[in-house]
Nanobody
Framework: QVQLVESGGGLVQPGGSLRLSCAAS????????MGWFRQTPGKEREFVAL????????KYADPVKGRFTISRDNAKNAVYLEMNSLKADDSAIYYC???????????????WGQGTQVTVSS
């Protein structure tokens, strides 16, 4: 059974930084594309970033390009999201996602974490 457990969310001021972590188990982690999505009340869950199995390739949603960085450590079965220059619009529940598929039109995932709240507010 695949488990994805996020950590690192919290309250941060605008312009600040946070680093989210996701610990994965129950899958051959190094074989799969991993990613992050986010959701705010009343809206659909939206793609944030993905990283391929090797860590060499990544993609980002336009709103976070240049501010967020996704990375992974296959030895630790972990994926990270470094978030800088945070804005109020970045406030959301952030979900770790495993075994992504799809295209830039729409990404989906086979596995989901429980989510971690990120609130950007002064």
């Amino acid at each position: 059974q695949v488990q994805l457990v996020e950590s690192g969310g919290g309250l941060v001021q605008p312009g600040g930084s946070l680093r989210l972590s996701c610990a994965a188990s129950g899958l051959t982690f190094s074989r799969y594309t991993m990613g992050w999505f986010r959701q705010t009340p009343g809206k659909e869950r939206e793609f944030v970033a993905l990283i391929d199995w090797s860590g060499a390739g990544s993609k980002y949603a336009d709103p976070v390009k240049g501010r967020f960085t996704i990375s992974r450590d296959n030895a630790k079965n972990a994926v990270y999201l470094e978030m800088n220059s945070l804005k109020a619009d970045d406030s959301a529940i952030y979900y770790c996602a495993g075994r992504l598929y799809g295209s830039s039109v729409k990404y989906e995932a086979r596995d989901w974490g429980q989510g971690t709240q990120v609130t950007v507010s002064s």
